[in-house]
């Protein structure tokens, strides 16, 4: 809920999961849509002075709308305008945002980098350009940027939000790899010979997870602040998908979600990224799936982060941490990210 005026209610809606509506409820007229134009709105009020604002792909920053006037953006205009293309993929109607670099010339390879969150309570593909920033700015770095939200992120229901149930891993990784073949199928640039992936917090697990298990599809990864085993990670969270651990007769849940017994299974490049003071995903996860990698053999790169927490709030590192992520994947992957001749092929 938004705003309650007492004769009027104001709530956040939408048919559409790229996109956040406001609504209106009273009694005499009922429901009402108060936005209509694709983006992220929001609304607040009191009685009869109402001020809403939107966020869209078509202009930067928040714009805000009293009455009949309205109030643009004073925030710094960014550098780059990110070109997206919104789609609904596959069978589940995945929905995926695709960004390609912007002097890119049709004919021309491009390695692919998956940039997800995948998990509960976030959403990537959403209809607001600053939300693509970052994406923008890694495709220009030569790289097909795939974002795919699949089965557990919000916007699209009970029955899409409880497809994880018992089960973080599976399903989450599954639909990145749905995402994957059906933009090739569009876009016949992508190299699917050379696929990374990149991912924070439940984004971090999913990119880990990615090379742990399915090799043959992603070539390297970076995995930031990582959950690799979900009986370290907050109870209040966990339990809620993957139930209450020591009083279950299926255990099962926890080890199909754990990284850890996968260790062994590495053959691609790991760059592990943890800030030593999170104080939500600890760095104990990160800790505890380098001590596996080096127990089985398995080369990997820690990048421990002094000082930071989950996020970091200084702009240097924040943005030195993508210029190295940007360097460890056109290694990984060969050449500089900008061309190639080689071509894969996805196994379902």
């Known amino acids: 809920m938004l705003g309650d005026s007492g004769e009027e209610v104001l709530f956040a809606a939408s048919t559409d999961p790229t996109e956040i509506q406001v609504c209106s409820w009273d009694v005499e007229g009922g429901v009402r849509a108060l936005t209509t134009a694709p983006g992220v709105h929001t609304a607040a009020g009191s009685g009869t002075v109402r001020v809403v604002g939107s966020r869209t792909m078509r202009h930067d920053g928040t714009v805000w709308t009293l009455g009949d006037h309205v109030f643009e953006s004073r925030a710094e205009r960014p550098v780059l305008t ?26 021309r390879s491009l390695p692919v980098l998956m940039d997800p969150y995948g998990g509960p309570h976030h959403q990537k593909v959403i209809a607001d350009r600053q939300r693509w920033l970052d994406a923008q700015w890694l495709a220009d770095q030569g790289f097909a940027v795939i974002v795919a939200d699949g089965r557990g992120t919000p916007g699209r229901g009970l029955a899409w939000a409880r497809a994880v149930k018992g089960d973080l891993a599976t399903p989450a990784l599954e639909d990145q790899i749905a995402a994957l073949t059906e933009v090739a199928a569009l876009e016949p640039d992508l190299d699917l010979g050379r696929v990374g992936i990149r991912g924070w917090s439940f984004g971090g697990f999913l990119a880990a ?10 070539h390297a990864a970076v995995a930031g602040a ?33 990284l850890l017994d996968d260790a062994a299974a590495l053959r691609r490049p790991l760059l592990l990224i943890h800030g030593l003071l999170d104080d939500n995903v600890m760095v104990v996860h990160t800790l505890a799936l380098s001590q596996r990698l080096t127990e089985s053999g398995r080369l990997h790169t820690v990048l421990p982060l002094t000082g930071i927490t989950h996020m970091t709030p200084q702009e240097s590192v924040a943005e030195n941490l993508l210029v190295m992520q ?15 001749d080689r071509a894969g092929k996805i196994v379902p």
């Open 82 to 107: 990110p070109a997206v293309r919104l789609l609904t993929v596959g069978e589940r109607e995945l929905r995926v945002g695709v960004v390609l670099p912007r002097e890119h010339e049709p004919g």
């Open 209 to 218: 997870l990615a090379v742990l298990r399915r090799p043959d599809v992603f």
């Open 226 to 258: 990582p959950v690799t085993d979900w009986r370290l990670y907050d109870t209040h969270y966990t339990e809620r998908y993957l139930g209450v651990e020591p009083d279950r007769a299926d255990r099962t849940a926890y080890e199909r979600s754990s």
């Open 326 to 340: 940007v360097e460890f994947l056109r290694r990984a992957l060969g050449g500089d990210g900008r061309t190639s």
